[in-house]
């Protein structure tokens, strides 16, 4: 068998194999400086040699990883470990010493399940989690996809954690955890929602460097007030960006934009850009942010949500958010309210319960959105305007300032007035 990552937990797989009595063939690494590990070679060039372990801790670099390779996968079960004849364990997982495993429980595909972990009977453990070291799951536990339950954790009966979300060591989980999130202790609780993992590996491997670049793309109005929102959100300590200044296609590169910064190019130089760099689209016509965003092709640019701090949220628990969105001071939002991408909130804008808003939209100042509303993609809703509740905006609707929508409008058009009519452009 062969194993894909040369570190210290393929260290603890190498063991395991001995004692199994499984051949280990060779060990792969992308990093070329390392040529052995516990006295085995490392290569460098994988050609399809398997069945192979991906050997690698982090769930999402196994994940990527998987997705990369298309070859036969390998189980490793420590002798020491208990499991059940009913149990099943999926191909590329890694059982370790003493661990138990019961009666009907369903462990997917490149797995972690510790030392000495305890699953009980009927659990569902999905693709890509890791339960850490002596951590008991109860009976009918779901674990989502890419979870990192950490050591000695205890999850009580029939409880959810769900796909990508950090159970701190030691914590006590009562109640279903909500995907992404990071939460820990005893109760278990709700730290905070993270980011996407995608999103989540690229400021890892930025922290790692030091780096936190960002640039706004759009030196107008609205540009100028993003960067500003990054300063404070710099201030209050939340975050520590970089700012490298802005990308437009309409200035010459080096105009300088206030105080905050230059131009420095446009879509091209953007495309080229060499280095992880974080970016915010201050654009305020929906259409053109989503003509931006499909135009952005260089991989190094990724786009993380600006939040400022005095956002509120009622209960972090059901809500949800996408990337690239933009929210200004003094936003808030309630229960179940759920969050696409690459929308602007420009201020105190007041989401209520169950909202579900898309992606590209475009929010002015105090706009107030009521329980259940829906908004798709593309819409454009103007200052002081009012939704009211249940109504569903589709696509590419503008709702004109001080508007009160109470019916549902037809895409592609704008609506005016108290209550809002289609207005007719003669
Ligand atoms: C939950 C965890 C991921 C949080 O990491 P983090 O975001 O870097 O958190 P920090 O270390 O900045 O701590 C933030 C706060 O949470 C508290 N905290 C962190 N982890 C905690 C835990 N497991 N239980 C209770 N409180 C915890 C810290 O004391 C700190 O409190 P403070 O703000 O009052 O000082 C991490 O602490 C943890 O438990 N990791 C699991 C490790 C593990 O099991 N590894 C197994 C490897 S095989």
Not at 18 to 38: N, P
Not at 150 to 179: C, E, L, N, Q, Y
Not at 264 to 275: D, P
Request: proline share 4%; aromatic share 6%.
């Amino acid at each position: 068998m062969y194993l894909y990552g040369a570190s210290g937990h393929a260290k603890v797989i190498i063991d395991i194999m001995k004692a199994s009595g499984i051949v280990i063939d060779a060990l792969f690494d992308d990093d070329r400086s390392i040529h052995e590990l516990l006295s085995i070679p490392v290569m460098h060039n994988w050609a399809g040699e398997s069945p192979l372990i991906i050997s690698i801790g982090n769930n999402y670099s196994r994940k990527q990883i998987s997705e990369k390779l298309n070859c036969e996968y390998g189980t490793v079960i420590h002798p020491s470990a208990i499991i059940s004849p009913n149990a099943s364990i999926g191909e590329g997982s890694v059982v370790m010493h003493s661990a138990i495993v019961q009666s009907g429980a369903k462990i997917g595909k490149h797995c972690i399940l510790n030392t000495g972990v305890s699953i009980d009977h009927e659990c569902v453990i999905e693709n890509f989690v890791h339960i850490s070291p002596q951590a008991t799951l109860c009976g009918n536990v779901h674990v989502g996809e890419g979870a990192w339950i950490g050591a000695s954790a205890v999850v009580i009966p029939g409880v959810k954690v769900g796909k990508w979300s950090t159970i701190g060591a030691g914590s006590v989980v009562v109640k279903d955890v909500p995907d992404g999130a990071l939460a820990y202790g005893n109760p278990c609780r709700i730290k905070c929602i993270q980011a996407e993992p995608a999103l989540r590996d690229i400021h890892e491997r930025n922290q790692e460097n030091k780096l936190k670049r960002i640039a706004v793309y759009g030196a107008g109005g609205l540009g100028r007030e993003v960067a500003g929102g990054i300063q404070r959100i710099n201030n209050a300590s939340r975050e520590n960006w970089d700012f490298v200044g802005f990308y437009d296609d309409n200035l010459e590169v080096g105009t300088q934009v206030s105080h905050y910064g230059d131009v420095l190019g446009g879509m091209n130089e953007l495309n080229a850009v060499e280095e992880p760099l974080a970016l915010a689209i201050a654009v305020g016509s929906p259409q053109i942010r989503k003509l931006i965003r499909e135009r952005i092709t260089n991989p190094n640019i990724y786009f993380p949500n600006l939040i400022a701090p005095s956002f509120k949220v009622l209960d972090l628990q059901t809500f949800k958010m996408g990337q690239g969105n933009i929210i200004q001071d003094s936003c808030s939002a309630t229960c179940d309210v759920t969050i696409g991408d690459f929308n602007v909130f420009n201020g105190a804008n007041v989401m209520g319960h169950d909202v579900v808003i898309g992606n590209y939209n475009v929010f002015m100042p105090s706009v107030h959105l009521s329980g259940a509303v829906e908004v798709g993609d593309c819409n454009l809703l103007g200052v002081d305007s009012v939704v009211l509740q249940k109504v569903k905006i589709g696509k590419d609707v503008t709702l004109g300032a001080g508007s009160v929508l109470m019916a549902k409008p037809k895409d592609g058009n704008t609506y005016i007035g108290v209550p809002a009519k289609k207005f007719d452009f003669k």
